[in-house]
């Protein structure tokens, strides 16, 4: 065993290095700022660049010329940082361009606070910017799943020549904890398509216009059916004795490991509790989900936020059986106890009534 | 005998046929007289003859010049509206050996894109910028753009640009000739034959300069547009040449092509394998974990005091230490504001078990380095739980007969011992000696690495020693 203490948003930018990222420009925000500060100290050691950007608008658009060139690049933010990246994000996803956005987000809207909160879920997961197109989406819990899960965003962005989100709240960000970094490092080849200012690649070109109705349909319809095989072969989730579990609890990031300490008073208290937390947010663990509804009473959402993610619940679950919501919200946590009587008054309310049939 | 040779012959750096429509393919998208087509022209020669086709990436902006890419047979990247000198600034990083032309009309770069490149100037990115001022939103349909005389209709300007309205003409060559990092601005004018060379000859220059390794050059390029002006285009020509160059006048805004340094080469990248070791990812710590405690324990501790008072990195120490010791830890601290000033708190758990949450509500571990934090967490205490409190004796009004107390004046102590400030590690040494939390030399080790001077070390020793003394109970 070869750990070491650090904060997530050190191992981020260690597992981004590792997994060939030399391109990282960002704007400072708290609570994402170490992820930046990180970069700029360790950047131009391994031959990289670190820029600090004008604004998050320019942030975003030379992580679009970086990746235009095909290597692996990288930035960090958090909620309103992201609003304004959302264009370039868009622009990113319609030209086909593989990079990793980190948004370790904080109490909104508007200014909001530095406290951490996961309202970032619509703007992220459904994406907040113009046209069809997703953003694949990690949702680490765990300073260790911030270096895994930040290197196998690079790899899924090369896969599917898209922007790839790791989605933490400030909690995940600020918080220390154990960490086993691989011991090698990796720089993958450029790729064929890349704009490299040579002649092998000088045919290439990068853009998301495509003027004539039927080539643009064309064009959506190809990202269309990317985002349809990584549906189904990227989908990611973390089952905690879901199995026999009457209520099964949905969460990811900090409120997962709140609930992993739910499950654990719960069961310690003879109610059958479990967690289904997604590690990938899109796509969607709808599948374990929807097959949950088949054995679990009932279902309980918990976000720090009015409720975001239930939504995505909701639709796997199809009415089958109830899908209740508990959150708090401007940097507020739940505490296990509190869930715990959430969770209480569900059971009382479904053990005197079987699960509502869904009207269709 | 003639000093020029007549070419019938499209620029090598052009593609052979336009494929931007179906039709007409010898023809670029362009209206007739458009100060787009000679442009490129310019260009095109420009790198035919300094030959660096291949290595050129030219960056087209939104606007009319959109399509650029059907155009110049070099590598082509479509940028978003304004945005293309943040794009320009991260392809010639990531490729230091190409060409990077960054081509922009008024609305996109005197407009939206204002902010990108002013700092893309001022970092004196070695890019070479190309700035068509034709005074009007172009592809739009003839909106006011910021460059649009004082007076002119257009039609979100239907009674004339307004002082009071849109405010003056900007300048923005003679803006960026205020930043010191440039190396080459020049305002050129597309007005009759004899500027469309001259401006040639400032668009090869700028390129050049780039070839050279010299840094920022941009060239502005006063340009008819026919169309939206509603003039034939030998009028709009003379229009350019005449009136647009008053507002405009014609010069080298800064030449430094001579005098400007090399920038330095990047150094060059570590051997992959040295990576790992650059970041810092192998752990000075190979842990046994035999020596792990038999003993179950699930300390959830909770520090807290004013800013300065050394409250992070106490918890930081205990959970190095505990990681050194084989237990499962983490440190979640209040951050931001707080901790720049005002109160500060940090969350730390060590236990034999894996953690499930690292949030601690309900401490069975209160540090409380001052009264506030006291009065904040103590009801939160586990029965059963140690609190130990930073003060003579406890604050009136205070009383919980369930938890045990250490109160204990740690600063002062600490200023006793040579710095107030080693009042958290005093506090400390009176938690190990009170509780079996953890044993003192995973402390004294976890210290070794994080307290940064020998001073300091000593001092902590000296706190956590006389600490284990004071360790009363009340």
Known sequence: ?360 | MSDFEVLHQKARSFYATFERKAELQHQTHYCPGCGHGITHKLIAQAIDELGIQDRTVLISPVGCSVFAYYYFDVGNIQVAHGRAPAAATAVKRSLPNSIVLSYQGDGDLAAIGTAEILHAANRGEPITVFFINNAIYGMTGGQVAPTTPLGSKTITSPFGRSVWNEGYPLHVSEVLASLEAPVYIERVALGNNKMIVRAGRAIKKAIENQINGLGFSFIEILSPCPTIWKMQPQDAQAWVRDELTKIYPLSIFRDKTLEAQRRPERAEAPALEKIPEILGCQSPRSVDNSICQSAAKDFRIKIAGFGGQGVLILGEILAEAGLDAGLQVSWLPSYGPEMRSGTSNCQVRIATQPIDSPLVNRPNVLMALNEPSLHKFLSAVEPGGWVLYNGENLPAGVARHDVNFIVRPFTALGDQLGDARAGNMIMLGALLKATSLIEEKWIDGAMRRLVKSERWLDLDRKALALGQEEAILK
């Not at chain 1, 597992?15 to 030399?22: E, P, S």
């Not at chain 1, 992993?260 to 059958?272: C, F």
């Not at chain 1, 969607?284 to 409720?307: M, Q």
């Not at chain 1, 995505?312 to 401007?330: I, K, M, Q």
Request: charged share 20%; glycine share 10%.
């Open chain 1, 1 to 360: 065993m070869r750990k070491q203490l650090m904060k997530g948003n050190e191992a981020v930018l260690r597992g981004a290095i590792l997994a060939g990222c030399r391109a990282f420009y960002s704007y400072p925000i708290t609570p994402a700022s170490e992820i930046g500060e990180t970069a700029a100290l360790l950047l131009p050691q391994v031959g990289g660049t670190f820029l600090q950007s004008e604004s998050e608008t320019a942030a975003v658009n030379m992580l679009y010329g970086a990746a235009s060139t095909g290597i692996r690049c990288m930035t960090a933010s958090s909620g309103p940082g992201i609003s304004l990246m959302q264009e370039g994000i868009s622009y990113l996803a319609g030209a086909e361009l593989p990079c990793v956005i980190a948004d370790i987000t904080r109490g909104g809207p508007g200014l909001g606070n530095i406290a951490a909160e996961q309202s970032d879920y619509f703007q992220v997961v459904k994406g907040g910017g113009h046209g069809c197109y997703r953003t694949l989406v990690l949702a680490p819990d765990s300073v260790q799943e911030m270096c895994d899960l930040t290197m196998l965003a690079f790899d899924l962005a090369d896969k599917y020549r898209n922007p790839v989100f790791v989605l933490a709240d400030g909690f995940i960000g600020q918080m220390m904890e154990p960490v086993e970094f691989p011991e090698r490092a990796i720089l993958p080849a450029p790729p064929a398509w890349a704009v490299r200012g040579t002649a092998e690649t000088r045919k290439n070109f990068i853009t998301s216009i495509f003027l004539e109705p039927d080539a643009l349909e064309h064009h959506v319809l190809k990202l269309h059916s990317k985002y349809e095989q990584a549906e189904r072969e990227e989908t990611r989730y973390e089952a905690v004795q879901t199995d026999d579990a009457d209520v099964v609890l949905v969460g990811y990031g900090i409120s997962a490991r709140i609930l992993k300490s739910v499950v654990q008073l719960g069961r310690a208290q003879g109610l059958r509790l479990g967690l289904l937390r997604p590690i990938t947010l899109y796509p969607f663990p709808t599948e374990a989900i929807r097959s949950l509804a088949a054995t679990a009473s009932a279902f309980l959402t918990v976000e720090l936020s009015t409720g975001q993610m239930i939504e995505d619940v909701r639709l796997a679950v199809e009415g089958r059986r109830p899908v209740e919501f508990y959150g708090r919200s401007g940097g507020n946590v739940p505490s296990a106890e509190d869930v715990l009587a959430v969770v209480r008054n569900i059971i009382k309310r479904c053990s005197v009534s079987e699960p509502e049939v869904a009207h269709v």
